[in-house]
């Protein structure tokens, strides 16, 4: 391995290795004091001063100067321009994405229900979607398209009445990938502005930006520190970290593909984490030299060799069921079971976002475009949080309509209860509709 690349091996045999993985897993995302201050500072100014403070902001950070929240928003047409700008292909992949994306997500509509007990009680739960919902889309460094078609989508097959956009444009460059995936996907409004004084606008609503109910989408520190503390007023999707992968790999992968699965997510940024786990040791010889052999071809070279170097790791185990032990502690975002029998080892896996199974299903498959949202819990989450999905832009109310006979026998129930709790009122409340 090269003096610039030390990426940690590990041996399950080894008497202090759960100690070890603890410390390769260890991340903390305290956020920084001087963020939480200044994300404290800007939503404290929008939420009082509206569209000014949005447009000191925007002119501050993103160097965008505009007299009018109005200028700052793109018309419908704008979109559809950008859409036709793009080449055929990437325009056609965008199309076809999109379709997978909806068809997977059509499956997860939750629809009311009803039943009615014997006595005429009419017990249900009714199913209605979010009224508004805001997606925030970075637009600093990388442009991601896939997210908005992540994000919009599902808002969309849920039924959700408006979806409102932001995304900065630093310097006043749009990103015209961006704004197709918007067109696409059915994106009612988009606002060019970002940071945390776009999720401020959102949470609080403006004197042009109206409150949502609810806030998706991925960001930077100030981003993530304002979806936190708005959380309350407005929903949230999650709070996520650096990007995972953990690869369980039988010894039966080309090398190279793995090696090369490993730098996908190694290459979002220096924090994100990759880790292979296999029980033939020679394979993890074969994957470290593929490591080694492939990074120098790497237009992010840096950020992969930084990332492997602080958070990666090789794991040696006994055998796949101990892997997905291993598995199961770590809880990972993106799991690839690169095995012979993928179906065999699936049910010992109960805690991961998104499971690729078998050779060919590589995670950047699930990025773009196989269907499943690649909105998933990281940092340990997926042990009790899901991916993604159109139930988190429905909300569910219990219904409970109750006959003349199921008030008699309900009431002496909750009666009996209410008074042992101590609550008369309660009590009295149920006891009225009995004589009735």
């Known amino acids: 391995m ?88 990437l325009e056609r992949a965008l199309r076809e994405a999109a379709e997978r994306i909806r068809i997977y997500h059509e499956k997860q509509l939750q629809h009311s229900w009803t039943y009615t007990e014997a006595d005429g009680t009419l017990l249900g739960q009714q199913v209605t979607p979010l009224d508004r919902v805001g997606l925030y889309v970075p637009g600093g460094k990388a442009a991601y398209p896939s997210s908005v078609l992540m994000n919009a989508i599902p808002a969309k097959v849920a039924g959700v009445r408006e979806l409102i956009m932001v995304v900065p444009t630093p310097d006043g460059v749009q990103n015209d990938l961006v704004l197709a995936a918007a ?26 930006v109206p409150q949502v ?84 071809t790497m237009p992010r070279q840096a950020v992969i060799a930084q990332s492997l170097s602080g958070r990666g790791g090789l794991i040696l185990c006994r055998d796949l069921a101990e892997a997905a032990d291993i598995a199961n502690r770590i ?38 475009c196989a269907g499943p949202n690649h909105v998933l819990p990281t940092a340990r989450t997926a042990r009790f949080s899901s991916p993604l999905g159109v139930y988190d832009f429905q909300k569910r109310s219990s219904l409970i309509q109750v006959s003349p006979a199921g008030a008699r026998t309900l009431g002496e129930l909750a009666a009996a209860l209410a008074y042992g709790e101590g609550l008369q009122a309660h009590g009295r409340s149920a006891e009225y509709r009995m004589a009735e």
């Not at 590990?10 to 260890?26: E, G, K, V, W």
């Not at 960001?219 to 503390?229: F, I, L, M, S, W």
């Not at 394979?283 to 080694?292: F, G, K, Q, R, T």
């Open 2 to 89: 090269s003096a610039s690349l030390r990426i940690t091996r590990l041996d399950t045999a080894a008497p202090d290795f759960s100690r070890q993985l603890d410390r390769l897993l260890a991340f903390s995302d305290a956020t920084d004091t001087a963020v939480q201050s200044a994300v404290q500072d800007i939503l404290a100014a929008v939420r009082s001063r509206g569209d000014a403070a949005v447009l000191e902001y925007t002119a501050r950070f993103d160097r965008l100067q505009a007299t009018s929240m109005a200028a700052l928003e793109l018309s419908p047409s704008r979109l559809a321009q950008a859409q036709q700008a793009l080449p055929l292909r």
């Open 183 to 208: 067109a696409i996907a059915g994106v009612d409004r988009v606002f060019t502005v970002g940071g945390a004084q776009a999720v401020a606008a959102l949470a609080y609503g403006t004197e042009t």
């Open 213 to 296: 109910d609810k806030i998706v989408g991925p960001g930077n520190a100030y981003v993530a520190e304002a979806k936190r503390r708005v959380y309350g007023i407005v929903g949230i999707d999650m709070i996520a970290g650096p990007s995972e992968i953990l690869v369980i790999c039988d010894g039966g992968t080309h090398p190279d593909w793995i090696a090369m699965d490993l730098f996908s997510q190694a290459e979002h940024d220096e924090l994100a984490q990759s880790i292979l786990v296999s029980p033939d040791a020679a394979y993890l010889d074969a994957v470290e030299a593929s490591i080694e052999r492939l990074l120098p």
């Open 331 to 368: 809880a990972p975002e993106h799991l690839e079971l690169s095995v012979a029998d993928p179906q065999a080892l699936l049910p010992r896996i109960r805690h991961a976002g998104a499971i690729f199974m078998g050779r060919n299903a590589c995670e950047a498959l699930g990025d773009y």
